[in-house]
């Protein structure tokens, strides 16, 4: 509910926010601040399609010049794990010896992998 004038200063009820249109979807923003960095989640905006999003996330997490790349994801895109099934999830597998590093020999001359 968008409130005006005298009624925004004397609603005691009123919130700073309310005049926020929760009919819009929820994107989460990700900034990448330098080149070669990776992005990182800064904040969520509402805005009615992904172009407004884009903007309102421009306008609202890079003000001071604060990054080079923006992402906006439809906060309902998002899946997640389980934290109560994080063992199965995470736990490696002990029977895939390939996925350690120590079973690959490594080249003389090779520094950095």
Do not use: C, Q
């Not at 990776?38 to 172009?51: Q, Y």
């Not at 029977?95 to 690959?104: A, S």
Request: aromatic share 10%; net charge negative.
């Amino acid at each position: 509910m968008l409130l005006w004038g005298r009624t925004r200063r004397m609603d005691p009820s009123f919130r700073w926010g309310d005049e926020v249109n929760n009919d819009w979807p929820l994107w989460e923003v990700f900034v990448r601040s330098k080149g070669g960095m990776s992005h990182r989640h800064v904040g969520s905006v509402h805005a009615p399609d992904a172009e407004i999003a884009l903007r309102h996330a421009r306008d609202t997490y890079t003000r001071r010049m604060e990054g080079i790349s923006l992402w906006v994801v439809h906060s309902a895109s998002i899946i997640d794990s389980d934290p109560a099934e994080d063992d199965p999830m995470f736990a490696p597998a002990e029977d895939k010896i390939y996925r350690h590093p120590t079973f690959y020999d490594i080249p003389d001359g090779i520094t950095h992998i």
